[in-house]
Nanobody, 115 residues
Framework: VQLQASGGGLVQAGGSLRLSCAAS????????MGWYRQAPGKQRELVAT???????YYEDSAKGRFTISRDNAKNTVFLQMNSLKSEDTAVYYC??????????WGQGTLVTVSS
């Protein structure tokens, strides 16, 4: 499985970014996918998930500001991030959910929010 996140960058607080993650594999459309992030000096944490049919879940930190979506035809999952805060600064990754032991992590994308 290949996972490649993109769309990160430098943005001012209150701004928006849209992340994309291209995934390989034939099981994508039935796989629950998630966005995760790892801030400097902190452990990686879950941000949001979306089932193959589009049911979503958000951690409290993302509720009301972030929207996860997917395009099964293109094996891609998205994260629209609005009202960004400095505490959203992190490297963002996509992966399946739940994770398995020794999970493979693809390339993340760095989001930096300046205050």
């Amino acid at each position: 499985v290949q996972l490649q996140a993109s769309g990160g960058g430098l943005v001012q607080a209150g701004g928006s970014l849209r992340l994309s993650c291209a995934a390989s594999g034939t099981m994508f459309s039935i796989t629950t996918m998630g966005w995760y992030r790892q801030a400097p000096g902190k452990q990686r944490e879950l941000v949001a998930t979306i089932t193959g049919r589009g049911r979503t879940y958000y951690e409290d930190s993302a509720k009301g500001r972030f929207t996860i979506s997917r395009d099964n035809a293109k094996n891609t999952v998205f994260l629209q991030m609005n009202s960004l805060k400095s505490e959203d600064t992190a490297v963002y990754y996509c992966n399946r959910w739940p994770l398995v032991r020794n999970e493979y992590w693809g390339q993340g994308t760095l989001v930096t929010v300046s205050s």
